[in-house]
């Protein structure tokens, strides 16, 4: 399965060929840099590791920085850290060594599963490797919404606008019986946080790609706001045609 590590930049609408006017996402979709590659002899599984967009090496996490050193996209792996069974000058030696190891500070980092593409650590993939007509499923968070009640969250239909309804409006009503079962269901509709919540949208069709500037344009709407990161991976229920 093709996958990468992209950003949502906006929507705008461009025109096929036949003249129809599509709406379409504009999805930066690389360049993503090849970190790791996982065997099923060393790791128990395959898998390919990619990182993508740029950060400031300080703020990286402590975890994050040793990964880094210990791959960063280099074949032969170095040691996560000094081996404790080295003692003085030479300990100190490796732990020096370890310390001066440079890495590339990167924001994003995601493990794709059965990896189609034949690819070793230190490549740098882009959106060449989809094509127009594929279709992609498309994972991202919602934008946040914060704290709603029932009729925004749930879009419940409220209460009477009239007779008596004594600001019941916007409200749910009853909850549960008092008597049989005696507390809230498990997995009630109620006020709470909106938003922010992982959605995937299926069987996306690629309009353009744009492998220069590394842009896909994508079909339709995608969950997140402009500037929040995407993972593009290639369709479940539509896979790429093999060549």
Known sequence: ??????????????????GRSV???IVQAGPNQVLQCKTTDRDGYESV?????????HRLSL?????????????????????????GKARLANRK???????????RIKEFRDFSLDVKPGDSIGADVFE??????????TKGRGFQGVVKRWNFG???GSHGSGGWRRRPGSIGAGSTPGHVIKGKQMPGHMGQASRT???LEIIQVQSDDNLLLVKGAIPGANGDYVVIRESKKKPKKTK
């Open 1 to 18: 399965m093709v996958g990468l590590l992209g950003k949502k930049l906006g929507q705008t609408r461009v025109y096929t060929e036949d």
């Open 23 to 25: 709406s379409v996402t």
């Open 49 to 57: 590791q990619l990182g993508f967009d740029g950060q400031k090496e």
């Open 63 to 87: 975890p994050k920085r040793g990964h880094l050193k210990a791959h960063n996209g280099q074949e032969n792996y170095a040691p996560r850290s000094p081996s404790r069974t080295v003692k």
């Open 97 to 107: 060594a370890w310390d001066a190891r440079a890495i590339t500070p990167i924001r």
């Open 132 to 141: 127009a007509g594929d279709y992609v499923d498309v994972i991202g968070k």
């Open 158 to 160: 409220g209460g009477r």
């Open 201 to 203: 949208v299926q069987n």
